[in-house]
């Protein structure tokens, strides 16, 4: 998805009024009526109609009908506008360069703060595979089902953001957070290669050992990460260092399934290394006695064990246990329907569909994972196009 970035700069302050009760009107509303809209904003009916149509060209917004009344509801687009102009705002990110990443969750690009910083956006997008699915399996949105993507989105924004700043600061080689707005997060660009494009190290055995050694070390914090692998695990160009990203799904050793969640980690990366280098080792971390700490190791000292259970740094850090369920129970659910999904591109936005379905049609869930350009010929672009590009 294009954040078109020169559009943002004109939005007016009654559109940025109007949108911003779409996005309010959302939290109870699958389609929020117009009247609704013009209550909220608190202007006239005639203005916030002539609002919502130029939002709507710019699909910050989308009008959508249903067999009751017609509506709007908030687009990836308008909720990407609020999250940047937030940030803006905070004076924490100035402008918009290339976009470098495309998950299937996520879109990733290169921002800038107002000194020409290259810092990375991540963007997540939980809705882009249709939400039917797990509605009939089971009713996870519970009363916030109207605003399932963005709420889904912005949950796993905000465990990311949570996760992420206690493992920087317990200092753990992730991305160095700076930013949280909506379902959007703000880090550290590292200049690297994900582990996926490298072909070639120098020492496999000294890598494998580092990564396994990282995987012990989250475990011993009270740790998973949950999705350990090939590209969710940085090298930098200047050191080879490996750096971690991606944390939405990271589980707790608590976890009933904590086992299976630190096997399957240690078990991606010897798959990886043995496929990839040719390297195969008979040492590989267990779970019982990764997470038993030593007299006298690292976690193991007198006074300390509470500030170590990063799992519980993470809870008190205002991370409800109940959003987390649902998150995890979301990303659970999708994985198993990731096969089982079809895209739905010819649906109308303005058509008369339910909801959930409109949203489906907004995002080409047949999307392919892009490889990061951090290859030479590439370098520097993220900036050069920061600097040239789109002002918030
Ligand atoms: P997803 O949830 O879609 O997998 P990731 O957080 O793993 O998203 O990011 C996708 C890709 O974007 C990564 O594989 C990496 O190449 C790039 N990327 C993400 N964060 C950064 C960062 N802080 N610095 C540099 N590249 C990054
Ligand atoms: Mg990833």
Partial sequence: MKLDATDLRYVSSEEFRVLTAVEMGSKNHELVPTALIVQISGLRNGGVNKDLGELAKRNLVARVRNAKYDGYRLTYGGYDYLAMRALSKRGTMHSVGNQIGVGKESDIYIVADSEANEMVLKLHRLGRVSFRAIKEKRDYMGKRKSASWMYMSRLAAQKEWAFMKVLYEHGFPVPRPIDQSRHTVLMEF??????????????PGKLYSSL????????????????????NILIRRSTGEPVVIDFPQMVSTSHTNAEWYFNRDVECIRTF???????????????????NRKEGEEGAKEGDGEDFRLDVVVAASGFKHSEQKMLEEYMETMKGDEDQESPHPDEEEDGDLPDDEAIASERDVTQERVGPKLDASTEGRGLEATARGSNL
């Avoid at 690297?192 to 070639?200: D, F, H, K, T």
């Fill in 212 to 231: 396994m050694d990282l995987i012990v070390r989250f475990a011993r914090s009270g740790l998973i990460h949950g999705d350990f692998n090939e590209f």
């Fill in 273 to 291: 290394f043995r496929r990839r280098f040719r390297y195969e080792s008979n040492l590989y971390p267990r779970f019982r006695s990764a997470i």
């Fill in 190 to 203: 590292i200049d690297a290669y994900p582990l996926r494009q490298i072909s070639e190290v120098s020492s």
